[in-house]
Each structure stands twice: as structure tokens, then as C-alpha cells.
């Protein structure tokens, strides 16, 4: 079963594991394993806000590397463009030469 990484700032909705949960099963009626930036446990106490975005940057690094895909929400995102850390995303997978799709 292939991979795919559900990036985009869902993350910050106030309902984001019930949104992952949905588009889980979206990819899973694809024979697709939906993989979602919050399927992981990160302790951030104590941390700088640098150290957090960077132990942030790796552990999702590490679920990408994991994954064949990538599917992006690239809807704007508290301002009139998409979410600058989705954008981050999309490249790490491009770069790592897997496919990336977006969607708005």
C-alpha cells in the first residue's frame, strides 16, 4: 500500500484530528494509507520557539521520508497565500523526488 503525506495547515484547525480522520478514509477508499503530520507524539516543553520549529521540521521530515506521495492543501491561510510551512513541504517532497499534488 502506498504512502501519501496530507500536508497543509489542517493542523491548526481547532478539529484537526477529525479532518485527518476524513481524509484518511478519503485516501484509504483509494487503497492509499493517508499519513498526517499529527500522527506522532512530540514533546515540545521546554524547547525555544527555534528548537521547536526545528524538532517540528525533523519529526515531520522523518513521516515524509516514509511516504510515496504527497496530496497539499494549498488553500490561503491566515492571509491571502497558502501556509508558508506547507510550502515547505511540497519542496522537502519534490526534492526528495516524489510526487506532490495540491489542491485548493
Not at 43 to 58: E, K, M, V
Not at 90 to 99: L, S, V
Request: glycine share 10%; with cysteine; net charge neutral.
Amino acid at each position: 500500500m502506498k504512502h501519501v503525506y496530507l500536508a497543509g495547515p489542517d493542523v491548526f484547525l481547532p478539529d484537526a484530528l477529525d479532518v485527518a480522520r476524513a481524509k484518511k478514509s478519503i485516501c484509504a477508499t483509494y487503497g492509499l494509507k493517508g499519513i498526517f503530520p499529527l500522527d506522532q507524539e512530540l514533546d515540545l516543553t521546554g524547547l525555544s520557539p527555534q528548537a521547536q520549529g526545528l524538532a517540528i521540521f525533523a519529526a515531520n521530515a522523518r513521516l515524509m521520508d516514509t511516504c510515496d506521495y504527497c496530496i497539499a492543501n494549498c488553500t490561503p491561510f491566515r492571509g491571502p497565500s497558502m501556509d508558508v510551512g506547507t510550502a515547505v513541504e511540497i519542496g522537502y517532497m519534490h526534492a526528495r523526488g516524489k510526487k506532490v499534488w495540491g489542491y485548493t
